[in-house]
């Protein structure tokens, strides 16, 4: 019988792909008259308003109850709609964390005061989220973090630093994952994850300029910041059970294959305007379409397991591993392939739109994950270590 | 999960041993596992009810089509479930399929076990007695073929999309299901064979290549199941993408998996040969890679639409 039978083809349900032409309308308007160059940026491009849009136009906590303000549709849904937003390159940084992990985390883990304060808002788009996990001493090894919250007679105080926080300097909360007992040698056991309000006294966040010029992360620095007893999420001490079900929210959509398709999508417009048809151009075109075609129907498919109400830990691993490596082979073969072509002008969009998509491609397989770290999953997955 | 593929599995899994693929891979008589198979109804799984057959959709004998290549069974099974399926009058015994211009030899995969070929020449669809020359690869079942005119034995108007295209989803359902196996034979030896005092399976260089693997296993699974989603006869796109992604994943799966296994994987005696082999062969058969690829780069420069517009709704 067959291995890794979990992952299957499936499809979108029809009442889910009811829901594409509203969404694609709205896209559409962020989109128009903004060049490749910018559109490529997609889920680093902040826009609150665009997210306050999305949210009044029914696309945020699309998952979620409708009691605390949701739509109670399944992943399929949210599958549709982030496939439209990302499929043109809508800018859509403001609320992505916050729809994405931050609500199913509180849904799941919260508290019932939590839920009715925070999932509401978050499916209005009015409050933004990111995710305090690396630190300076803890990338790929996040049990290692040093950062404390010790109790108080209140609640908690926290000290230490973040890094590398996408979104932090435009985010209203983070959601940290926290030292609150032991040492980093004791590894999974003592982490707890709290919310941090990020206009407290004694956090400072610093911006991180990135080498395209962009401002998206952020060093934040924690001093005695003093938080309410309600800030714990879930349970003392299950930060990382938590963080693991949280992670398989954030590997497993469809953000892992279309990092690149702006710029593929600009490149195939400049081919037929050339009118380009040689045999090693169709191969390449081909090949491209094959695998997008293919990844889109691995995504489905672990949007499905996610639809069955499970945590596709392995699954979601296996779909980012093989779709960032695409979304990064992509700009490699299209610069090879218009610079082999010296007398077919590439206009000075698509030259800005592949330079920066060549320039940022090694985050695709750093953030959410390295490369690494998957395949170590995914390895696991398989019966070895 | 087809209802079908477990008391298929089972009844493969019995008739069809290594034992035994190796037997007529060597020249030895197939008519035993023919007949067993053919016993069984399965040929006709993809017949429509009303000539007889089981009616099955494409995308539940998918399922099936992997099962043997996971048992890398020595007889054109699938192939002759297809033939089949398009002949209102198909003769006994086992059908090979071939796509081929005039004067140019083709392989032919199960060329020598085959008793017929349903062949796409020129527009049209023959039944000619399988005739060719031993290709003198190794265990190959494979024979080389050529049809220099029009053979006579007319049967019918070539099928929409043309017999290649469902001979190379076909051919990608094989891969998978070769690959699916590889993949568990891999992973289990890495867990077995010990070096420096610990699996192999432990070392974190080994977990990585073998990760990928599973990726490309996978890959290949829903690729086949893409070709086989919709009739018989399956659009160029839908073609093109299972067997372009197959084909690909092929010759890496077969790389890595003797990379792990080391010496013993080259050997004879050990089945993952019987693996890799088809997986190289199947790869060429019906269109390599490439050859899908620019059918499929010519059919979408040809459209206006986005990219993930384009594989949404033309998949």
Redesign the interface.
């Known amino acids: 019988m067959p291995v890794f039978d979990t992952l299957s083809l499936a499809s979108l349900p029809q009442a889910d792909e009811a829901i594409r032409p509203a969404i694609r309308a709205i896209a559409a308007e962020a989109a128009a008259a903004t060049g490749a160059d910018r559109r490529a940026r997609s889920w680093q491009g902040y826009d609150p308003a665009f997210s306050r849009r999305l949210g009044e136009a029914g696309f945020l906590g699309l998952t979620l109850p409708e009691h605390y303000g949701g739509h109670g549709r399944g992943p399929f849904a949210r599958f549709v709609v982030v496939e439209e937003l990302l499929g043109i390159g809508a800018p859509v940084a403001a609320h992505w964390i916050a729809d994405r992990q931050s609500a199913p985390l509180i849904l799941n883990f919260g508290n019932e005061a939590q839920r009715e304060f925070y999932l509401p808002r978050i499916a209005r788009g009015e409050i933004f989220f990111c995710i305090g996990m690396s630190e300076p001493g803890s990338g790929s090894d996040l049990a290692s973090v040093r950062t404390r919250a010790e109790r108080t007679e209140s609640g908690w105080r926290v000290n230490g630093q973040k890094i590398w926080t996408s979104g932090a300097p435009h985010c209203d909360y983070m959601i940290a994952l926290l030292r609150t007992s032991g040492s980093a040698e004791d590894r999974h056991a003592g982490l707890s994850q709290l919310i941090i309000d990020l206009k407290a006294p004694g956090v400072t966040i610093r911006p991180i300029r990135d080498l395209a010029g962009d401002e998206h992360f952020a060093e934040v620095f924690f001093e005695d910041v003093d938080l309410p007893a309600d800030a714990l999420i879930g349970n003392e001490g299950d930060g990382w059970k938590q963080v693991t079900a949280e992670l398989a929210f954030e590997r497993s959509g469809p953000e892992r294959i279309y990092s690149s398709v702006v710029l593929l999508d600009a490149w195939v417009r400049h081919l037929q305007a050339v009118g380009r048809d040689d045999p090693a151009t169709l191969a390449l075109v081909g090949d491209f379409t094959a695998r997008l075609g293919v990844l889109r129907a691995m995504s489905i498919a672990c949007t499905a397991r996610l639809a069955a109400g499970e945590s596709p830990v392995t699954e979601a691993s296996l779909v980012k591993d093989l779709g960032t490596a695409f979304e990064q082979q992509l700009p490699v073969a299209i610069g090879d392939d218009l610079a082999a072509h010296p007398d077919q002008a590439v206009d000075a969009e698509l030259y800005r739109t592949l330079l920066y998509v060549t320039h940022v491609a090694p985050s695709f397989s750093l953030r959410g994950g390295t490369r690494e770290i998957l395949r170590g999953i995914i390895a696991r997955g398989m019966g070895l270590r | 999960?087809s209802e079908f593929?477990?008391p298929f599995?089972r009844m493969i899994e019995s008739l069809s041993p290594p034992a035994t693929v190796r037997a007529i891979e060597a020249g030895g008589e197939a008519g035993a596992l023919w007949n067993g198979i053919a016993e069984s109804g399965f040929l006709d799984a993809l017949v429509p009810e009303e000539r007889g057959g089981a009616g099955l959709p494409l995308?539940e004998v998918c399922a099936l089509w992997?099962a043997l290549g996971?048992h890398a069974v020595p007889l054109p099974v699938g192939e002759t479930m297809i033939a089949r399926a398009l002949l209102a009058d198909a003769p006994d015994g086992p059908i090979a399929l071939a796509s081929a211009g005039p004067g140019a030899a083709t392989v032919v995969p199960f060329g020598r076990v085959a008793r017929h070929v349903l062949l796409e020449f020129g527009g049209r669809l023959c039944l000619v007695e399988a005739s060719g020359e031993e290709t003198g690869v190794a265990g190959s079942l494979a024979a080389r073929m050529i049809w220099n005119a029009a053979p006579a034995e007319v049967v019918g108007a070539a099928p929409d999309g043309g017999l290649r295209a469902i001979a190379a989803v076909l051919r990608a359902a094989l891969i998978a299901g070769a690959a699916?196996r590889l993949?568990?034979m891999t992973?289990a030896y890495?867990?077995e064979r010990v070096q420096f005092g610990k699996p192999i399976?432990?070392q974190?260089a080994?977990?990585?290549q073998?990760?990928?693997m599973?990726?490309d296993?996978?890959?290949c699974?829903?690729?086949a199941?893409?070709g086989c989603?919709g009739a018989l006869q399956p659009g160029l796109?839908a073609a093109?993408?299972a067997k372009?992604?197959a084909s690909?994943a092929a010759a890496r799966l077969a790389a890595t998996a003797h990379a792990v296994h080391g010496a013993i994987g080259i050997s004879e005696e050990y089945d993952l040969q019987l693996y890799t082999r088809r997986l190289h062969e199947w790869r060429l058969a019906d269109g390599s890679?490439?050859y899908?690829?620019?059918?499929?780069?010519?059919a979408?420069?040809g459209d206006?639409r986005?990219?993930?517009?384009?594989?949404?709704e033309a998949?």
């Open positions: 999960m593929l477990e599995e995308a992997q996971r699916d993949t568990a992973a890495a867990n399976g432990k974190q080994l977990q990585q073998m990760a990928v599973a990726e296993m996978v890959a699974r829903i690729a199941q893409l989603a796109v093109a993408t372009s992604i690909t890679e490439t899908w690829n620019r059918l499929l780069g010519a979408r420069l206006a986005g990219s993930v517009d384009y594989v949404r998949l």
